[in-house]
T-cell receptor, first 111, second 117 residues
Framework: SQQGEEDPQALSIQEGENATMNCSYK?????LQWYRQNSGRGLVHLIL?????REKHSGRLRVTLDTSKKSSSLLITASRAADTASYFC???????????FGKGTTLSVSS | EAGVAQSPRYKIIEKRQSVAFWCNPI?????LYWYQQILGQGPKLLIQ????????DSQLPKDRFSAERLKGVDSTLKIQPAKLEDSAVYLC???????????????FGPGTRLTVL
């Protein structure tokens, strides 16, 4: 079953704009992760935020986590055409040993 | 560092035929996963190995899917017989996860795209 649900399902922006995608999940978590998938590089880990963290940055990525609302957001600043991909949030399964992925947000960045 | 290797990259078969996928994880990674990703959806875990033992195969359709990880390194996933709904990308991932869920993440291979006609 899906744990995380991303919103929106699809997002189209121009280069240089910021892109925000959201993830909601159902059960308590130890951490939440974001992955990117494109045809060139497959599924790649972007960032992990622990349940006791509220915000984390990595380059042009900013992730927030609100455990009271069971939600997370991924912000990509100054988007580039190379950011065109599908983005997935993932949380641990009940045993905490494997990941459960949402359906993803498809981001298109046009130049 | 070499990544997770998978083969073949593409496979087209007729329904009721058999197919096998191979995965070589990152050296030293004890944990190996197989995921199924249907078009438009996120990856869904099929089976997880810790070394050569199965940790979780609760979502593996055992009447037609089987997987093994001999010697705790390479793994194969087999489908026999294939159905139309098995058309998907099969992703192999590995991690150095050893028991705590606080900081681990997974490295994914390029996947095998299976089309069942």
């Amino acid at each position: 079953s899906q744990q995380g649900e991303e919103d929106p399902q699809a997002l189209s922006i121009q280069e240089g704009e910021n892109a925000t995608m959201n993830c909601s999940y159902k059960t308590s978590i130890n951490n939440l992760q974001w992955y990117r998938q494109n045809s060139g590089r497959g599924l790649v880990h972007l960032i992990l935020i622990r349940s006791n963290e509220r915000e984390k940055h990595s380059g042009r990525l900013r992730v927030t986590l609100d455990t009271s609302k069971k939600s997370s957001s991924l912000l990509i600043t100054a988007s580039r055409a190379a950011d065109t991909a599908s983005y997935f949030c993932a949380t641990g399964n009940q045993a905490g040993t494997a990941l459960i992925f949402g359906k993803g947000t498809t981001l298109s960045v046009s130049s | 560092e070499a990544g997770v290797a998978q083969s073949p990259r593409y496979k087209i078969i007729e329904k009721r035929q058999s197919v096998a996928f191979w995965c070589n994880p990152i050296s030293g990674h004890a944990t190996l996963y197989w995921y199924q990703q249907i078009l438009g959806q996120g990856p869904k875990l099929l089976i997880q190995f810790q070394n050569n033992g199965v940790v979780d195969d609760s979502q593996l359709p055992k009447d037609r899917f089987s997987a093994e990880r001999l010697k705790g390194v390479d793994s194969t996933l087999k489908i026999q017989p294939a159905k139309l709904e098995d058309s998907a990308v099969y992703l192999c991932a590995s991690s150095s996860f050893t028991g705590t869920s606080l900081t681990w993440f997974q490295f994914f291979g390029p996947g095998t795209r299976l089309t069942v006609l």
